[in-house]
């Protein structure tokens, strides 16, 4: 009796939890609708998302005792996707005098503090949060700029969170082999092969829009669902392997049944860049 209630407890824990992930993933497929439809509303969408995700990192490595330049850091990290949508340049090579001003900036800000202690890893941790998430995630803002913009980051997406809705329906009810225990210990083999096979299904279902692109052939269809959705499976695990780092399960509760802004976006910011490289070298040939 008593393993039926503990068995019926679980069951009903389940079906809460993936009750509020189906309440999340509306909101968030709001979201993502307005963002698509609007440029306004998509540049607003990217810095508020920018924002809270560096909030959360920032908040996790403070957990471990250093302590970031986490003002510094969000500036910058707004500023960047900001200069890319309104395509301010100073030079062509503008990125990397930005980085190198940024560098320069923050060692002022150490040289004027008069802890001495930690200064290493303060600086490297801000540098990195800036890099991980306004960096990679501000090619969104490069692929919305692309001619069919819009049908790119809307592929983007679909593809990229079809894996992940895979691997967790997949892992979640015949996962039985462990991917990486020590980073994750919900990550199956089994989930991964969800992951892959979802994502594949998401790239065909996204091929009569991406036709308007590029003729992407059964092969090159295959291979960008499947690319995608393994690299998106890596990015989920560098956040995994940040948040047990410092000792944290979700980097934030913000969306119920799926954690904080990281949690959404943590395979978007590797899919992302991989998927404009892609378009840009091998498909418009910029």
Same mark, same amino acid.
């Given at each position: #009796? ?14 809460? &939890? ?16 307005? /963002? ?9 969408? *990217? ?7 560096? $909030? ?27 200069? *890319? ?44 949060? @800036?890099? $991980? ?12 700029? #692309? ?17 992940? *809705? /895979? ?54 269809? &295959? ?37 904080? @802004?990281?949690?959404? @976006? ?21």
């Amino acid at each position: #009796m008593l393993l039926k209630n503990i068995k019926r407890e679980k069951e009903d824990l389940g079906e809460s &939890v993936l009750f509020k992930r189906l309440i999340s993933t509306f909101v968030l497929v709001v979201i993502t609708a307005l /963002g698509l439809s609007f440029n306004l509303a998509f540049i607003f969408i *990217i810095l508020s998302i920018t924002f809270l995700a560096l $909030y959360e990192y920032f908040a996790l490595v403070e957990k471990k005792g250093v302590y970031p330049y986490k003002y510094f850091g969000s500036l910058i990290g707004l500023i960047i996707p900001l200069t *890319i949508f309104f395509k301010f340049e100073l030079t062509k090579g503008w990125e990397l005098l930005f980085v190198v001003l940024g560098l320069f900036s923050l060692f002022i800000l150490q040289i004027v503090n008069k802890k001495n202690s930690e200064a290493l890893f303060s600086i490297s941790v801000t540098v990195f949060g @800036i890099v $991980y998430i306004s960096w990679l995630f501000s090619f969104l803002v490069r692929l919305k700029l #692309m001619s069919h913009g819009v049908i790119l980051v809307g592929a983007l997406i679909f593809i990229t969170k079809g894996s992940d *809705i /895979g691997a967790y329906l997949v892992g979640s009810q015949w996962g039985r082999h462990l991917l990486i225990s020590r980073i994750s210990p919900k990550k199956t083999i089994e989930g991964l092969i969800g992951a892959i096979v979802f994502g594949i299904f998401a790239a065909f279902l996204s091929r009569g829009f991406l036709l308007e692109v590029y003729n992407f052939t059964n092969i090159h269809i &295959v291979l960008l669902g499947a690319g995608l959705a393994v690299i998106g499976q890596l990015g989920d695990l560098s956040e995994s392997l940040i948040k047990r780092d410092c000792q944290a399960k979700d980097s934030n509760r913000i969306f119920p049944g799926i954690g904080g @802004i990281m949690d959404v @976006i943590d395979s978007i910011l590797f899919t992302a860049p991989v998927f404009y490289f892609y378009i840009s070298k091998f498909v418009y040939k910029l």
